[in-house]
């Protein structure tokens, strides 16, 4: 319990520190042009045929591909080591991380606010590649020091080509909505938290 706790409080204070600069954004530039969940395309997705089934190919991708990213990094202290053998108690607290304090954050920040403003200025290939070198370098620059320069290009490179396919997943299929990368985000966080409680590696 003081496990979920802990997280659920965790996931507040990531929440209001992400969403802080693009609220203040938006106070300041935008709220009479648009409401500000809107905005950060905190809305309903809009359906093309096909769009399901790409969510549900890039997530089984995803996880497959993040088993060696886990791997190479099972010795590394991580945001999902707090879940290391606790089994089926673990799985309230790895839904709260994964869906709250991770997915929702580094969504509304990357794909809802850095694309989205890019992309106005500079179109959507400027928006959607500067925000995912930005968030596969977020990935692995905090484990250059514990993995080396090589490890750690791979994973920036990993979870950058995710993030650009989220970009364009949100942007492309989903009528600028981020609850397509924001499913795909979780889903493979709540996997990468079952590795780990379950230690299957």
């Known amino acids: 319990m003081d496990l979920f706790i802990n997280k659920l409080m965790s996931s507040v204070i990531e929440i209001i520190l992400f969403a802080s600069i693009p609220f203040i954004w938006w106070l300041i530039g935008a709220r009479k042009k648009a409401g500000f969940f809107d905005w950060i395309g905190l809305k309903k997705m809009e359906k093309h045929k096909g769009t399901i089934p790409l969510i549900i190919v890039i997530t089984a991708v995803f996880c497959a591909v993040s088993i060696v990213i886990l791997y190479m990094i099972r010795d590394v ?3 999902s080591s707090g879940f290391d053998g606790l089994g089926v108690k673990a ?3 790895i839904l709260v991380y994964a869906i709250f304090n991770t997915a929702l954050p580094e969504e509304m920040m990357f794909r809802g606010f850095l694309l989205k403003r890019i992309a106005s200025k500079a179109g959507f290939s400027a928006g959607n590649t500067i925000q995912a070198v930005a968030f596969g370098l977020m990935h ?3 484990f250059v020091s514990h993995i080396g320069m090589a490890k ?6 990993f979870t950058g ?5 989220m970009g364009y997943i949100n942007e492309k299929r989903s009528g600028g909505s981020i ?4 499913i795909i985000h979780a889903l493979s966080n709540i996997f990468s ?3 780990s409680a379950f230690s299957l590696l």
Do not use: D, H
Request: charged share 5%; aromatic share 8%; proline share 4%.
């Open 91 to 93: 799985i309230p607290a």
């Open 77 to 79: 202290e991580t945001a």
């Open 140 to 142: 692995g620059i905090m």
């Open 179 to 182: 609850l397509s990368s924001w």
């Open 152 to 157: 750690a290009i791979i994973i920036v490179i």
């Open 161 to 165: 080509l995710i993030g650009w396919v």
């Open 193 to 195: 938290g079952l590795v």
